[in-house]
Every structure is written in structure tokens, then in C-alpha cells.
């Protein structure tokens, strides 16, 4: 067991019993927050106009690191601001997951990075389920 | 003219042209952002039990950090992200107000957070309201 | 007396007298962040090439939004951290106001940008100086 | 290979031949910060008066999560910056697992994000090492 799992597992008061759930969350949107700057800066790097990708970049990084912070805390406990900032960090995914695809087959990072965005929003999603649930 | 009210006059392609409420929004995220920082540590110097009012001022720490680089970016261009973004933001004020709210009589800092977190609100719903329009 | 200030004041338990010296800090990084960020954003407008000048002004939008936030924690205490992340965040401003400047006459965004950027590195290294007197 | 190592992989024009180990300093910092995190949130569980352990949990987190995005740029290229910044991160590393470390025996979580920030300030050294060669 990795050391966050270990965190979560010995956190002495958890606000919900979705501990599996938000630990998979926290890991896809924090993966995702770092993949999504990296992308951003290889489109800095590349010869075409690059702007409107970066800018879904930089929201969806920002985002996704913002929901993994308020994941990290389990005592965490509006359910309302949680599921927001989700819906939030989803759709932002989605987005620039979006906009990544147009570019994947000439940038292989773009493609990598709607492949962590896809791949984040359904784990938002998912956390969205069991939150409500 | 401040210094960001001139970055917002000078960039070359805002996005929209709700520039003025974005500016006001932009403002009170930002402002919020380090009252609830200062708050959850002032709480921490208390000798009550102040968990609770800890975690929601880091949640509205984090939520209005993040609207706040979101909209300093006016080039910024997925209305929906923006319009989820603000309203998770304006949720995490909310809750985090009641609570402080509550200690306000006894703890001055709570007081002031709570009206930072209620002018807050306000300026990300009518920031909603402006994108909406 | 403006919120900030106020909550400074209200600080049950202040770890250095350097309160005065902070409060200006705060605001100069917490203003630059803001403004980096916004600078940022206009030169992704721009025809020119500025990938350069883009990647400086993430840089010192990072360091200079963490030391508003380690700031705004009055009851902070490791002071060795803080005047470090203050000298990280006085260089990432110089470097990012060397190249904005060179752009200040044809971009007006990255002439604010860069005035922007020395008050703030001013603003840490007088903090610095109240930490190490 | 993971998702990040494609994208450090892929980008077109890194700016330093330090990739592989920054890779390792972006795996550790991130981690540390949602480490540390949870560790503040956990604290604020416990019966003891944890406040000068969550600060200093806060101020890791802060600092490993703005050099994770910094090392998260590999085009970045003002050297002395992120040299600074990896100082500084790597002190506030060792001011937590230092103050961690007190609990360790009473609380577990104090104990991994101990082993954390260990690991933490290790990878910054290594990187700031391998910057200065």
C-alpha cells in the first residue's frame, strides 16, 4: 500500500465512507493537474498557435489540483461544495480533453493528456455517485 | 487604475465582455482567499475546538484561489467550466460564513471572514449572472 | 482598515512582530500573482512568440501566490522556510520583469507586469529583512 | 511507463537533460503535498493540540505542490529559480518530518508523512544537484 492509501487508511475520522472512491479521485485529478501543465508547456513548445489548448490546460490543471487538495482531506465535510467543485473539475476535464483530441494525432502529448482528462472526469464523476448515493 | 485593472484593460482578446464584473469578481476571490487562510490559522491559536471552521475556510481557501487565477485569465474561454467553478465557489463561501458565523461574537477573525465569504458569494453570483446573460 | 489588516490585527497569536512588514508582502504577492497570471494570458494573444516570457510569468505566479498564502498564516513559524520561499519568490519575480521588460514598449500588459514584479520582489526582500533583524 | 513519464517523454524542447530526475522529484513532491495535506487534515482530528504540526504540514504542502508544477514545466528555464524554490521546498520537508516525527509513535499519519517529507526532500536535493552539474 502506497503512502497516501496508508494516510487515508489511518486518518482517525472520516467524514464519509467513500475513502476508495476519493482516493482513486485524488490520485486521477492529481495526475491529471501535472500531466495537463506539462501539456500546456509542450504547447508553448510547438510551432502552431497553440492558446485556446493551453488555456483549457491551465483551467483543467488548476481545477484538478484544487479538488485532489479538497480530496486529500477526508474530515472534509460539505457534501454540496465537494459535488460542485467536482461537476467543476469534470466538465473542465472535458473540455480540454476535447480540445487535446483535434491535436493527437500531430502532438503526441495532447493526446496523452485527453487520455489523463477522460480518464479524471470519470473518476470525478464517479466520486460525484458515491457522494450522492 | 490599479495595476490589474490595467492588465485587464491592456490584454489584447478578453474573452467577453463582462471585464468590469470579472474584475470585481476577481478581486473578492482573491481577497477571500487569504481572509479564510488567515482565519483557519487564527483558529488554530484558539483553544476551542475549531476543526470544523478549519476545514471550510481551507475549502473556501482553495475554491476562491482558484476562480481567482481562472478569471485572471480573460482570454479564458469554456463558459461552463467558469460557471460551475463560481458556483462551487460560491457554495464553499457560503458554508464557510455560516460556520464562522456562529463564533463570530466570541472570535473577531470569524466575524470578518464571514463577511469576506458572504461578499464573495455575492460577487461570484453576479459573476454568474453576467456570463449567463 | 481594509479586511486583511483587520484579520491580521484579530490574530490571537502572531508568531513574529513582523506583522506590518507581512501585510505589505501579502498584498504585493497576492497582487503580482494576479497580475503574472493575467500577463501571461495577454502574450498567449499576441502573434509574437512569447513562449518564454509565458513560462516566466507561471513561475512567478506560482511562488508569489505560496507566499501570500504562507503569509497570510501570521501564526507560521519556520522561519528558515519562509525566508527561503521568500528568495525564490524575489528571483522568480526579477526574472520574469527582465523579459517582460523587453516587450514593455510594444506590450503594455508586460510593462504593468514588470512593475508589478520588482515592487513585489522589493516587497520580499524587505521581508526578508524584517525575518533576519 | 506511466502517463507523466510519456508526456516528459514527448515534449518537444525540455530545457535542461535533468528529465529523468525530475520525474522523480514531480512523483515525490506531488505525493508529499496530498501526503501532507491529509496529515493536516487527519491532526485536526486528534484530541492533542496539533497546531504547530498542521502549520508546518501546510507550508510542505504548499511549497512541494508549487515545485511539483514548476518541475511539471520542463521547458522552464530560469535555473535560479527553481533552485530557490527546490531549497525552500526541501526545508520545509524537513521542518515537517521533524515536527512529525515527535508524533510518529502516538500517530501513524504523522509517521508516513514523515517518511514522506524524508523522501520529499531527498528528491529536491538530488534535483538541485543534478541542476548544479
Redesign the interface.
Known amino acids: 500500500m ?3 492509501a ?3 487508511d ?4 472520516p467524514a464519509s465512507d467513500a475513502g476508495e472512491q476519493a482516493l482513486k479521485a ?1 490520485r486521477e485529478t ?2 491529471c493537474s ?2 495537463c ?6 504547447c ?3 510551432a502552431a498557435d497553440m ?2 489548448c ?3 490546460c ?2 483543467a ?3 484538478t ?2 479538488v ?3 480530496l ?7 457534501r ?3 459535488q ?2 467536482l ?2 473539475c469534470s ?2 476535464c472535458q ?1 480540454c480533453a476535447e480540445e487535446c483530441e483535434r491535436h493527437a494525432d500531430r ?3 495532447c493526446g ?2 485527453a ?2 482528462c477522460r480518464a479524471c472526469a470519470d473518476a470525478c464523476d464517479r466520486m460525484t455517485g458515491a457522494l450522492v448515493a
Open positions: 502506497d503512502r497516501l496508508r494516510m487515508f489511518t486518518h482517525p475520522e485524488v492529481a495526475e501535472l500531466v501543465t506539462t501539456c500546456a508547456d509542450a508553448l513548445a510547438e492558446a485556446d493551453i488555456r483549457l491551465l483551467d490543471a488548476d481545477m489540483a484544487v485532489a487538495q479538497m486529500a482531506r477526508p474530515g472534509h465535510q460539505d454540496e461544495t465537494l460542485r467543485a461537476e467543476a466538465r473542465a473540455a502532438m503526441e502529448h496523452i493528456c487520455e489523463s
